[in-house]
């Protein structure tokens, strides 16, 4: 049985300002759980059903951390997951690291991406293409509200992010003495990227959902690209253009 | 104001076996009705507000339809969005007719995918891609789900489809005696879609988000195709991959 304090405390992970002020997040589902255990980020609690014990007892067994057996109606009252009759850990954030891609890696930028499902999306594809560090606008989704947790299907153990004024990095990016790497940014009238040869390493820019990259990050991107159309569609979704981008550079890097 | 009946009949094309008794489905919010506006999709009914009027005045008044002018509160509370504060159109259904890629054409089969969401981006990325035709094992989502309508952001309006049996009509087209086209299948073992040369026409045929192609649709599969991986995501959303996979052909073939 959880205590009326614990549950207060999971239940208040669900919004931002809290998870700030404890530094911690939640990881709810069984794959999620499993992946956050054989990462390196930090459990303070899993609370787990018996069946999901007893399909997991060594991975669980293998560090020691609190765990607590729970019901599956438990778990769906102090979660934010509709149905989970496996596991939530309740799991401490990383300190804000600034990142810098390396002269061998291709990092992504985020301006100003709300919407948790896609950069949920964003982490499990960047995964799949091995970009291991994400840039995010200050303004870009929470990484560590469930919703983008969960969409993440695991991908966030393997991915890096640093929040802060993306404008200020690229500054500096651009004032470096040794040259300055390719920033790609995704407009509608850029180069088609079946026909360009993409650097090896870089920054690759994504923009809102709605309005696009902003001009104030815009000024700093020195190759614009496109995915051609060949239809009546007039956009795709950023999570979809960001496959197809980094597909498109993995094919031509 | 709308009569009680009209509310009844709205709301009952939310759900699909109404939807099939009466041959309609909805389309909802201002791009989706201004592109059914502009398609050869025949409408019942249009519910727009004064302002979606306003803003639309040529094209509504340019084909005969009875048209009501509704409040915000109206539309929210017969239809299904969230929000909207444009319009809401009642549309006839088209018949079930069947389909076949020409020579210069590459369609998509679908083998049972079951979100809605995913459906409709799937209708919105074909579009982008210029396929034209989709054709659906009768366990996919129904295509005139609202959710599928909305999520393909109005290219339900460029896209044909078929609901069947796929597995009599693979058999069938592998049964023509001036040969068979090609049917690309998305597999975790097949060539490198990096490295393959596509024909210009054929089928791509996109599997269950769980189980992927069934079985007895696999055997129909005469070329084996895989996205590369490089990093650890165990596997992509349908919607990414048919993305990718369309991108790819278009670049190859």
């Known amino acids: 049985m959880l205590s009326k304090n614990q549950i207060k405390y999971i239940q208040s992970l669900h919004q931002k300002k809290y998870r ?3 530094g911690a997040f939640l990881v709810e589902g069984a794959k999620s759980v499993q992946e956050v255990l054989q990462s390196d980020f930090q459990l303070e609690v899993l609370l787990i059903t018996e069946m999901f014990y007893k399909e997991n007892t060594r991975l669980i067994d293998s ?5 607590e057996i729970v019901s599956v109606a438990e778990l769906e009252r102090i979660g934010t997951l509709e149905s989970n ?8 954030t990383k300190e804000n690291r600034s990142l810098l891609a390396e002269p061998d890696e291709m990092a992504l930028i985020l301006d100003d991406i709300r919407d948790p499902g896609n950069l949920g999306t ?3 594809i960047a995964d799949w293409y091995g970009v291991k560090k994400i840039i995010c606008s200050e303004t870009t989704a929470d990484v560590y509200n469930p919703k983008v947790i969960s969409a993440s299907k695991g991908s966030f153990t393997r991915v890096s992010w ?6 200020q990095f690229l500054k500096q990016l651009n004032q470096n003495p040794n040259g300055s790497p390719v920033i790609y940014g995704a407009f509608l009238e850029g180069v088609n990227v079946h026909r360009l040869s993409f650097q090896h390493s870089g920054y690759l820019v994504m923009g809102n959902e709605s309005n696009g990259i902003r001009p104030e990050v815009e000024q700093f991107i020195t190759q614009r690209i496109t995915i051609p159309a060949y239809g009546g569609a007039e956009s795709l979704n950023v999570g979809i253009a960001t496959a197809i981008l980094l597909d498109n550079w993995r094919r031509s890097a």
């Open 20 to 22: 700030q002020q404890y």
């Open 63 to 67: 560090q020691p951390k609190p765990v």
């Open 162 to 167: 640093w929040y802060g004024n993306i404008v």
């Open 85 to 92: 009759n496996a596991a939530l850990a309740v799991v401490k």
């Open 122 to 124: 964003i982490l499990r």
